[in-house]
């Protein structure tokens, strides 16, 4: 069965340092990948998105991830992160019918000013 | 705002009673999803529908549960006879008409259930 692990639990950091968050998915064909991000109180929203084409893939908010075929890994960073970044971050990868998210446990990132 | 919405957004109820959930999709797409969310953990899937027609079911839909979209617009979540072990948030996604997994899942902001 197909499955997403996020290394990372809980990740704390300071204004302005740098961000990345492991993601690594099991499923060896063609993949979809995403990563959605949950704000305090708010709702799931999608930070970016990889189909195909260039791996490096930008998102919003200054986000961006690489996807890696090799390792199986679609990691996501950003340079200087703001106390308003302060959120849960969920990897998840199509399943193989297309039909369902699978996510992993998801990162809580904690951002101090 | 036209995004997904679902109602109630808390619901509390005793072990043993029935509860129903409604979503409401965005109004031009045809996929509907069902997630479950429990502490510490990502979402989890249920149910998926296209238009009417409930696709594919997870295995942890139990036969207490039942999820309809008669009309291919909102959806609807039955839990029958609760129990402690289904307390978590329960959330739903749509997607537009597209290639299989080439869209994006907009979510709503879910009902979160506790069963006491």
């Known amino acids: 069965a197909q499955s997403v692990s996020q290394h990372n639990h809980h990740v704390i950091l300071s204004e302005a340092a740098s961000l990345e968050l492991g993601c690594n998915y099991s499923y060896g064909g063609t993949v979809n990948l995403f990563w959605y991000v949950q704000y305090p109180g708010q709702h799931l929203q999608l930070l970016l998105k990889?189909?195909?084409?260039?791996?490096l893939v930008k998102g919003i908010k200054g986000f961006e991830a690489e996807f890696i075929k090799s390792k199986f890994s679609f990691n996501l960073r950003k340079p200087s992160v703001q106390w308003s970044d302060t959120a849960e971050y969920f990897c998840?990868?199509?399943?193989?019918?297309?039909?369902?998210?699978?996510f992993g446990k998801g990162t809580t990132l904690s951002v101090s000013s | 705002d036209t995004g997904v919405s679902q109602d109630p957004r808390h619901k509390i109820t005793k072990r043993g009673q029935n509860v129903t959930f409604r979503c409401d999709p965005i109004s031009e797409h045809n996929r509907l999803y069902w997630y479950r969310q429990t502490l510490g953990q990502g979402p989890e899937f249920l149910t998926y529908f296209q238009n009417e027609a409930q696709l594919e079911k997870s295995r942890l839909l139990s036969d207490r549960f039942s999820a309809e979209r008669p009309k291919g617009s909102f959806s609807t979540l039955e839990i029958q006879r609760t129990e402690q072990g289904d307390s978590a948030m329960y959330l739903c996604?749509?997607?537009?008409?597209?290639?299989?997994?080439?869209?994006?899942?907009?979510f709503g902001p879910g009902t979160r259930l506790t069963v006491t």
């Open positions: 998840a990868v199509i399943n193989q019918a297309g039909t369902a998210l699978i």
């Open positions: 996604a749509s997607s537009p008409r597209g290639g299989s997994g080439t869209s994006e899942q907009y």
């Open positions: 990889y189909f195909s084409g260039d791996p």
